[in-house]
C-alpha cells in the first residue's frame, strides 16, 4: 500500500495537518478551565467548537468533491487560525463565558477535514482494489497516533509552557500542515462539478446505511469527549493534573494497536457483519472505567476501551466506501467525521457536567450510556449497511483486505430494500 505512487507525498503533510485536531479540545478545556475555573465551563467550550465542526464538515466535504480540495483547505486553515487566536485572546481575558462560546464556533467550523480528504485520496490512487481496506486500517492508526501524540503534547504546552500554548501550536500546525496538504494536486481526486444542466446535487446522507453509520460514530465520539473530560478531571483530583495527557494518550495507543492488528487480518465475514460485534465489545470495554479506583487502575481500564474503538472506525469508513458513489465521498467521510465530533460534543459536556456535580468518576458512565442506545439501534437496522451492486458494476468475485468485496463492487448502493444513491441521482 505504501508503494502506492504518490502515497507518501501526502501522508506526510496529512500527519502535521491531522495533529491539531487532536490537540483542540484538550488545548480549549485546559486553557479554559485554568482562566475560568470550570470543567463544566470548558467542556461546553470544546463542546461548541465539536458541534460547529460536525455541522460544517460535511459541506467542507461537498464543496471538496465539487471544487476540489486546495480550493477548501486554503481559505479553511487561515480562517481558522484566526479563529483560533480569538478565542485564545477571550479566554486569557476573562471574557464573559458567552464570549467564549461565540469565539468557539468559528473555530470549530473552520478545522480542515485531513482525514476525510486523505481517505479520499486513497479511494481515488486504489480504484477500488483489495489494498483500500488496508489503506482505510492505516488510517484509523494514523488517526489514533495523533491523538497519543497530541494531547500529551496540548497538557504539556499548555501546563509546562503557558496556558494558551496548546492552541497556539495547534493553529500553527494546522497552517503549515494544510498549506502543504493542499499543494499536492496530482494525488487529489476529479472534482465532481455540477452539471451544465444544474440541478442539485443529493447528500450522502440519502443512503440509509450512512445515516445508521452517523449515528453509530455519534456513540464513537461520546467515548472521545466523556474519556478526555473525565481522565483530566480524574488527573485534577488525584493531585497529577499533568498526567492527565498520558492516561488519555494510553487509550489512543490502544486503539492504535488494535487498528495494527484489525487491519492485518484477512477477514472472511464482510464489514457489515463485523460492525455489531465491534460496537458490542466497544460498549463493555467502556462499561468498568466508573469503577476503577485510581490513576493506574484507570490507564489499563481506558487501554483495555481503547482497543475496542479502531475496529469500529476501520469498518465504518469501509462500509461509506461501498454504500456511496465517487461524487460523494469526500462528504460521506467527513459526515462519519462530523458525527464523531458531535459525540464528542456530547460526550464532553455531559461527562463536564456530571464531574462538577458528583465527581470525575460519574463522568465515565457517559460513553457506557452513549454506545449502549447506539448498539441497541444498530442492532435493529444492521440489514442497512448490507451494500448492493451500482447499477453498471459487475460484482467481483472474492474477498480483498477488510473483508470488502475485490474490485469495484457494491462502491455505489444501499443494501437490499434501501434507497439507492446512483451516480444519475447525484447528478
Known sequence: MLRTPGAWAFLVPAFAARLPYAMLTMGVVLLVHRTHGSYGTAGGVAATAAVAQALAGPQTGRLADR??????????????????????????GRAPVWALFAAAAPAGATVPQIGAMVRARWVARLDGGPLLGTAFAFESVTDEFTFVVGPVLATALCTGVAPAAGLAAEAALTVAGGLAFASLRRSAPARHPRPAGGGRRASALAVPGVRLLVLAFLGVGSVFGAVQVSVTASAGEAGRPGMSGTVYGV?????????????????????????????????????????????????????????????????????????????????????????????????????????????????????????????????????????GPAPGRTVARGTGAGGRPAGRAGAGAAGTGTTQLTPAALD
Open 67 to 92: 471544487y476540489g480540495q486546495a480550493a477548501v483547505l486554503v481559505p479553511g486553515v487561515l480562517l481558522h487560525a484566526a479563529s483560533t487566536a480569538a478565542l485564545t485572546s477571550l479566554a486569557l
Open 251 to 387: 487509550f489512543a495507543v490502544g486503539s492504535m494497536l488494535a487498528g495494527v492488528l484489525y487491519g492485518a487480518v484477512p477477514w472472511r465475514r464482510p464489514p457489515h457483519r463485523r460492525m455489531p460485534a465491534a460496537y458490542l465489545a466497544m460498549v463493555l470495554g467502556c462499561s468498568a472505567l466508573w469503577a476503577l479506583p485510581d490513576l493506574t487502575a484507570l490507564a489499563a481500564g481506558v487501554l483495555v476501551c481503547g482497543l475496542t474503538v479502531a475496529p469500529n472506525l476501520i469498518t465504518g469508513y469501509t462500509l461509506v466506501e461501498s454504500l456511496v458513489p465517487a461524487g460523494a465521498k469526500t462528504e460521506a467521510f467527513t459526515w462519519l467525521t462530523g458525527a464523531i465530533g458531535l459525540g464528542l460534543a456530547a460526550g464532553s459536556t455531559a461527562a463536564g457536567q456530571l464531574v462538577d456535580a458528583v465527581g470525575a468518576r460519574a463522568g465515565f458512565l457517559v460513553p457506557v450510556a452513549g454506545t449502549g442506545a447506539a448498539l441497541a439501534v444498530l442492532l435493529v437496522l444492521r440489514g442497512l449497511l448490507e451494500p
